[in-house]
Nanobody, 122 residues
């Protein structure tokens, strides 16, 4: 069964850091772009970051630029999201997803994980 499983979420104070991981299983996702989305209560799911299959093309939402870093290890079938200088507005469920390209629209992502909660307190 093809699936993506996120981990690394938790609770942290503002200014702190977390590193999210997304492990793929069932198929090799090395040929897919991988992205991170988040959804806060009462809000729509929004794009956070994405990385292409080779790891040499990345994109970030303006709200996380210069604070978050996406990376991937195809040998481990895993994508990471290093989140620094966290703010209370970063609080959300974070989802990993796979697509054919580095795109921001959720509708273009084919496979989705179940999400991991990130809570940032002030």
């Amino acid at each position: 069964q093809d699936q993506l499983v996120e981990s690394g979420g938790g609770s942290v104070q503002a200014g702190g850091s977390l590193r999210l991981s997304c492990a793929a299983s069932g198929r090799t996702f090395s040929s897919y772009a991988l992205g991170w989305f988040r959804q806060a209560p009462g809000k729509e799911r929004e794009f956070v970051s994405a990385i292409n299959w080779a790891g040499n093309t990345v994109d970030y939402a303006d709200s996380v630029q210069d604070r978050f870093t996406i990376s991937r290890d195809n040998a481990k079938n895993t994508v990471y999201l290093q989140m620094n200088s966290l703010k209370p507005e970063d609080t959300a469920v974070y989802y990993c997803a796979a697509s054919y390209g580095v795109v921001k629209e959720a509708k273009n992502y084919i496979y989705w994980g179940r999400g991991t909660q990130v809570t940032v307190s002030s």
